[in-house]
């Protein structure tokens, strides 16, 4: 299975649609949050079932704030990652999803992509692919793979 992590697009899809175009065919898209309104858009761009979450400038998403989902052996959650301060860091959301028996987090909101992987627990956010703030300001997301096994790999990639 193939997985395409985005976050923070804010309404923006140009570089969206060349994440699209660049990437083979996904079987997930995964948005970790401000949409901005725009969750038809992304759907229809992305040509396969999608899982979105609302970030803190989605005022009026009808979209849940956290999902568990199943993703291979894993169990994953996603949130945009606002309410657990993760712009000073990444623990209170791991903690967070180890007491709810996840694997894998992923979280957007600082814009800055990242893999932070515990000998328990894999946090991952995919940056911004319309508003990056990491050194060299690239727009990035994640490819997440998973094996016939069920094992996982993350890349960060760039656009």
């Known amino acids: 299975m193939r997985v395409l992590v985005i976050s923070d697009t804010h309404g923006r ?7 699209f175009a660049k ?3 996904p079987d ?40 568990i989902l199943e993703i291979g052996r894993s169990k994953v959650m996603i949130t945009h990652g606002h309410y657990y301060n ?18 894998i987090v992923m979280f957007g909101h600082t814009h800055r992509p990242v893999i932070d992987c515990d000998r328990d627990i894999t946090a991952i956010n995919p940056g911004s692919i319309s508003y990056p703030r990491q050194e060299g300001k690239q727009p990035s997301y994640i490819v997440m793979d998973t094996d016939p096994n069920g094992d ?3 890349k960060i990639k760039y656009i």
Request: aromatic share 4%.
């Open 28 to 67: 997930l898209v995964i948005h970790l949050g401000d949409i901005e309104g725009c969750e038809e858009i992304i759907e229809h761009l992305a040509g396969c079932p999608v899982e979105i979450v609302s970030g803190n400038c989605d005022f009026f998403s009808a979209q849940s704030q956290e999902k």
């Open 23 to 25: 990437e083979a065919q």
């Open 152 to 154: 996982v790999r993350f």
């Open 86 to 103: 993760v712009n000073a860091g990444s623990e209170d959301l791991k903690q967070e999803a180890r007491g709810r028996g996840c694997d």
């Open 13 to 19: 899809h140009k570089n969206l649609q060349q994440v």
